[in-house]
């Protein structure tokens, strides 16, 4: 710790300008990026990777979609709801993507609020972010319970192509499936900075290393991420 | 030139965070078992991996007998046959050699290397584990349910993967299918680990490009393996969800035994595809690892600098990189737009360059070194050897025109056995006989590691050397049987009679080297501190076998690159990475410089 620091690339002093510069922050002693605690890191990378298993879906999707010599059926007349003596098309779906990118917004207030360890309002928008997620998913139950009753199954449906139900139900189930992962791990967090784990450095659980607030933010990386995927989903879907 | 640049940094910036937290087992269960030291969690990789191995390697001597000796096993029919060459070819690739590599050595060596600790989510790295041996428990349940195991091909392409016709169409490539998801779940929660401890948990001085071309490999494979595997896992759901519930991804309309079946409309080309922009990335996440350790150990027992490291690093990202745009040159026979073939050969013979790169800066680090033939160095060197071999007639293949007469023939199998086979293998050999004496305090015995090495590079080369004849010939492959035929000729049955004894040999030689790490493990001479003196940092560790957390009270502080090797001017023919520059013994007539 003592000697100090002269030749070596990472020296504020030497560090080359432009492009060299970053190749040589990056490369440098002990961290590529710097401040960026483990959690963040491996979430985006984590991230990266999932972003490849959506888009392997989402192209597969349109490969089926065009392979497919049935009809695909149409989405405006499939997910149209009956209310008020009308069929209003995808009003459900707007509902439910209005509720995500909100939930997103509340997410973000948590991260900055952890940001400044307020324990009480990173829990409140914590818990609020997991509830719009809660209720996003519970729309999804009652989207597909009602696809089901009308028929529509993984291996075909009354409307078209069998291979609408087929990648409908597995790519939003996927999604599905990360939204409610999501919101179960915002209820532990929450419960974790409501107990003041996170001040006291108590041992968490995954890594029994001491606790601290960068949890929050990279809960908040996973479920902006799942906002955005879902944003594909719902354009290649509903407004194709 | 000799390249003594990363010599003159001699200064180390100051160090930017804390000493990683250990975390400390509290009961024998988490100790032994449950264990979050990589180390250990490596060694449980390694074992598992090579108990798999040897399954597969059971079934090539079982496919090989069928091959050599047609009409005398009664028990290989031809159902069997194919099942036994899926099996193997899976086994091999993903089982054995994508978690021998990346788990095994990936866990061992990174954290020692880099001079971390410990790696930076141990728990999610012992769950990585864990799911590995499910994933493996599985692919060993489909031996032993109805119908028996996949017999689709390694490469598993629908339709007929799942119609009756194929051995294993229910419960076997279900299970299969299965497998590689969990696989690749375990893998992923493994290789988030050893990326960002690559990336944020090195030690103080420990920049990027002082690191041994070891992790650099692994580095580029796990990174790989991340964006590649996804692929595979999606099209595992979607073959899945097409047996199980008879949903149209991959299956076209189709008619079987003359009966119209309930599919229509999927999209058989597209598993393809997927199955390749998988695939052959895979081959790379079996081969950089290779490459990387590979440098070091023809560094280390050639007492020479490797040639060129910033080149070999970049070489390294650089068909990392490129390996995700040649995924067609497998599908040249697939039907698909021939400007495709034409845009995936050129990208497939771009790659052939950073790969020559390597093989030029492997044999120029030879070019005057004080070469000592260890096993390491045996061992490098016939991968180097057969690594060209294969390499020569990738090029071979990466052509259209060429590859669509000799694709599906026993050509194919020997190149890919050359090249991502025996290469590689050879490579873990060689890395075992290097690093045993680090991981259990033991030298493995000589005698028996020049039997299997002689035996092993020679033999392998009597089995696959011949194949590339018989390719041309037009041997197919995945043939139980050829039966008549106006080009199987007497020399051609006699070939494949003398190649089957070859593969035996091989393998009998394969159980001396498990017999020899055995017998080693207890019994072997105690190796001494940093045997082959190397200056990587994992030997510079206090104890032998390092201990938990690696290093002692402090964890190192490294001032130059791993490659410090016969120095001008310095007493020792080589520098660790650790040494104080003020601390390195000089010649004495070189003092006052
Ligand atoms: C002693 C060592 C080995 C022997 C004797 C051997 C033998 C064989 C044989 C006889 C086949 C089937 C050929 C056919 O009928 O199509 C085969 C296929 C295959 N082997 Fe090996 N093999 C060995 C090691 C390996 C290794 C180390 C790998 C790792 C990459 C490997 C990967 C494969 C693959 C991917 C296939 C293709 C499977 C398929 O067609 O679906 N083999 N091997
Ligand atoms: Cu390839």
């Known amino acids: ?196 784990d996170y001040d006291v450095g108590r041992r968490g659980f995954f890594t029994s290393r001491k606790g601290t607030y960068d949890i929050v933010e990279s809960m908040g990386l996973y479920w902006h991420f799942v906002d955005l995927v879902w944003v594909f989903i719902f354009a290649f879907f509903y407004l194709w | 030139m000799v390249d003594i640049t990363q010599e003159k940094v001699e200064n180390v910036g100051p160090a930017e965070v804390p000493e990683m937290e250990l975390y400390h087992a509290h009961s024998w269960w988490t100790k032994y078992v449950f264990c979050q030291d990589a180390k250990v969690i490596a060694i449980q990789y390694g074992g598992t991996a090579v108990a798999i191995g040897m399954v597969g390697l059971i079934l090539s001597w079982v496919m090989r007998l069928q091959l050599g000796f047609p009409e005398t096993f009664s028990f290989i029919s031809p159902e069997a046959y194919l099942q036994f060459v899926t099996m193997h070819g899976m086994i091999m690739v993903i089982y054995l050699l994508t978690a021998l590599f990346l788990g095994g050595f990936g866990n061992y060596l990174i954290p020692l290397m880099v001079g971390a600790r410990d790696m930076v989510f141990p728990y999610v790295n ?24 996949s017999g689709a091909g390694w490469t598993l392409y629908p339709p007929q993967a799942i119609l009756s016709g194929t051995p294993g169409s229910g419960a076997g490539i279900v299970l299969m299918l299965i497998s590689l998801a969990f696989f690749i779940v375990g893998f992923t929660m493994g290789g988030l680990n050893y990326v960002v401890t690559i990336l944020q948990a090195r030690t103080r001085g420990m920049t990027l490009m002082r690191m041994p071309l070891t992790i650099w490999g692994i580095f580029t494979a796990t990174v790989l393996a991340l964006l590649a595997f996804p692929a595979l896992f999606v099209s595992a759901i979607m073959m899945t969800l097409d047996s199980v519930l008879g949903t149209s991804f991959f299956m076209p309309a189709i008619v079987e035994f003359g009966e119209q079946l309930a599919y229509g409309g999927g999209s058989p080309v597209l598993f393809q595809h997927l199955f390749w922009f998988f695939g052959h990335p895979e081959v790379y996440i079996v081969a950089l690892p290779a490459f990387g350790v590979v440098s070091d150990l023809l560094s280390v027992h050639a007492r020479r600098h490797i040639f060129g490291y910033r080149m070999m690093v970049w070489a390294i990202v650089g068909i990392g990189a490129l390996s995700f745009v040649v995924w067609a040159h497998h599908m040249y026979v697939s039907g698909m737009n021939p400007y495709f073939g034409f845009f995936f050969a050129t990208t497939t013979l771009i790659i052939a360059v950073p790969t020559a790169l390597k093989v030029y800066n492997w044999t120029l680090t030879l070019w005057r070194g004080d070469i000592h033939l260890t096993l390491p160095m045996l061992f490098s060197i016939a991968f180097i050897i057969t690594f060209v071999n294969g ?187 650790n040494v104080h520059p003020d601390d390195v013994k000089k010649i004495a007539a070189a003092e006052g410089d």
């Not at chain 1, 209005?98 to 991260?111: Q, R």
């Not at chain 1, 307020?118 to 996003?136: D, Q």
């Not at chain 2, 864990?130 to 493996?136: G, N, R």
């Open chain 2, 391 to 577: 390499g020569i007639t990738g090029l071979f293949l990466g052509n259209v025109v060429v590859d669509v007469p000799l694709s599906d023939t026993m050509f194919v199998v020997a190149h890919f056995h050359m090249v991502m086979g025996v290469a590689p293998i050879l490579v873990v050999f060689g890395a075992i006989y290097h690093w045993f004496p680090l991981m259990s305090g033991r030298m493995l015995n000589n005698a028996m590691g020049q039997f299997h090495f002689w035996v092993t590079f020679l033999g392998a080369y009597l089995i696959y050397f011949p194949m590339h004849y018989l390719g041309f010939v037009g041997v197919p492959r995945r043939y139980w049987e050829i039966g008549e035929t106006s080009f199987i000729t007497t020399p051609i049955e006699s070939l494949n009679a003398f190649i089957t004894v070859a593969a035996l040999i091989v393998g009998f030689a394969q159980l001396v080297f498990i017999y020899n790490i055995i017998v080693s493990v207890f019994k072997g001479e105690p190796a001494e501190r940093n045997p082959w003196k190397a200056t990587s940092l994992e030997w510079q560790t206090e104890t032998v076998p390092p201990g938990h957390g690696n290093f002692g009270e402090e964890a190192p502080v490294v001032y130059r690159w791993a490659y410090s090797f016969s120095v001008p001017g310095a007493v020792d023919d080589y520098i660790p990475q």
């Open chain 2, 126 to 149: 012992m769950l990585s584990y864990w799911i590995y041996l499910l994933a493996v428990l599985i692919l060993v349940a489909s031996f032993f349910v109805p119908g028996g195991p």
């Open chain 1, 1 to 196: 710790m003592t000697e100090a620091n002269v030749t070596h690339g990472a020296g504020p002093g030497d560090r080359p300008d432009g492009l060299q510069g970053v190749v040589a922050d990056f490369a440098s002693d002990q961290r590529a990026f710097k401040n960026v605690h483990w959690g963040k890191a491996m979430m985006w990378i984590f991230l990266l990777s999932d972003t490849f298993i959506f888009s392997t879906f989402l192209v597969s999707y349109m490969t089926v979609r065009m392979s497919t010599v049935v009809e695909w059926p149409i989405p405006s007349d499939v997910f149209a709801l009956h209310m008020f003596g009308a069929d209003i098309p995808l009003i459900l779906i707007a509902i439910m993507t209005f509720i995500l990118i909100t939930s997103s917004g509340t997410m973000a207030l948590a991260v900055n609020f952890g940001y400044r360890q307020n324990r009480k309002v990173t829990t409140l928008l914590l818990i609020i972010t997991a509830l719009l997620g809660a209720s996003f998913v519970g729309m999804q139950v009652f989207e597909w319970s009602k696809l089901i009753h009308e028929g529509v199954r993984p291996w075909g449906n009354p409307f078209g192509a069998p291979q609408f139900g087929a990648t409908f139900f597995m790519i939003t189930g996927f999604h599905g499936l990360h939204v409610s992962v999501g919101v179960l791990f915002l209820f532990i967090v929450a419960r974790k900075v409501w107990r003041g």
